[in-house]
């Protein structure tokens, strides 16, 4: 069955350190999505792709980057980690035009 | 920008009671609506979809949602709550100009009390 895998499922860092959350979609989906969820926010979207080498800001990109080497990553860093991105951060895929999100488990990160 | 808001951060109801979960979408019609559930520590599924086909949309576990354009709202119901509907729910529209992606509400969290 296809898929889509997150990792690590939980990250404990420091503040000041690079780090990277990996997602990967086994879907074949031309669109992948990260989100994080924060009690009382719901889910900001932090950055999206529409394809290879497209990458777009969304609602809250400040603080992260993608890069989009392939169909079936996306990978989310955190330039250098800060306490408010303590977080449940979201992977999702959907192909064109269909509107529906796959979600993956989340990874919970926390930055001391 | 296209937007939702969920009407009360939390809903307790009775097993068995009526399920109303409210969502109202921004002005402008969307082409499509999703109400989305999140049982604890697991990612988001699908529970329903509009896309203009018809107002009234069932979806999985006996729930189901109406869109009402008069009144901006796509409300999620079940007849009867049960216990295993306890979790967080989240009512979505497209991103700005319909573009692939979703922009969600701040979620409602269900309790069911036995």
């Known amino acids: ?112 | 920008a296209q937007s939702v808001t969920q009407l009360g951060s939390h809903v307790s109801v009775s097993e068995g009671a009526l399920v109303l979960l409210r969502c109202n979408y921004s002005s402008s019609v969307p082409p499509y609506l999703f109400w989305y559930v999140q049982y604890p520590n697991q990612g988001l599924q699908l529970l329903l979809k509009y896309t203009s086909a018809a107002t009234l949309v069932k979806g999985i576990n006996g729930f189901e949602a109406e869109f009402k354009k008069s009144e901006t709202s796509f409300h999620l119901t079940k007849p009867s709550a049960h216990m295993s509907d306890a979790a967080e729910y989240f009512c979505a529209v497209p991103l700005e100009g319909g573009a692939d992606g979703l922009t969600f509400g701040k979620g409602t969290h269900l309790i069911i009390q036995p």
Request: aromatic letters at 10%; one cysteine or more.
């Open chain 1, 1 to 112: 069955d296809a898929e889509i895998t997150q990792s690590p499922r939980h990250k404990i860092t420091e503040t000041g350190r690079q780090v990277t959350l990996a997602c990967h979609q086994t879907w074949n989906h031309n669109n992948m999505f990260w989100y994080r969820q924060d009690l009382g926010h719901g889910l900001r979207l932090i950055h999206y792709s529409y394809g290879v080498q497209d990458t777009n800001k969304g609602e809250v990109s400040d603080g992260y980057s993608v890069s989009r080497s392939n169909t079936e990553d996306l990978p989310l860093t955190l330039e250098s980690a800060a306490s408010s991105q303590t977080s449940v951060y979201f992977c999702a895929s959907s192909a064109a035009r269909t509107g529906e999100l796959f979600f993956g488990e989340g990874s919970r990160l926390t930055v001391l």
